[in-house]
């Protein structure tokens, strides 16, 4: 590099330092886009939960006793539910990997099983050959 630095014109010199900044300002650029496009995503998620939040208090407020506890219960049951439906998925997903394993098993006996058929089948084709032969 050093070499290249001292054996080239200074116009190829001045041109690769004018790429290397241009590549350098791209670089830049996109950077900041991303950033300006995630502060973006930041400020109106933010907007969006203190909205949620608002609605939240204006229906606490505006809600009766009653309601607030069928509210309450409703959430209870609902969580109950989700515990059991995460319970069953987990169970479904154990099955889920013994049935894969068992259909690889499976699978292989058929491989096997079509190579012996395959076998059987050019016995027999040879057997009928020497008996059409041997007749």
Known sequence: MARELYTSSSEVLLGKSAKSLL???HY????????RDTGWVI???????????RQIEEIRASAT????????QRALDLEVEATRLRSKLKADEEQNKWLQV????????????????????????EAHAEA???S
């Open 23 to 25: 590549w350098g300002q």
């Open 28 to 35: 830049s650029m996109a950077l900041m886009d991303r950033v």
């Open 43 to 53: 400020n109106s998620l933010s907007n969006r939960n203190a909205e949620l939040h």
């Open 65 to 72: 006793p009653e309601a607030m506890a069928a509210a309450e």
């Open 102 to 125: 068992h259909l690889k098993a499976t699978q292989a006996e058929v491989r096997l099983a079509k190579g012996v058929t395959l076998a059987l089948n050019q016995k027999l084709d």
């Open 132 to 134: 059409r032969a041997a």
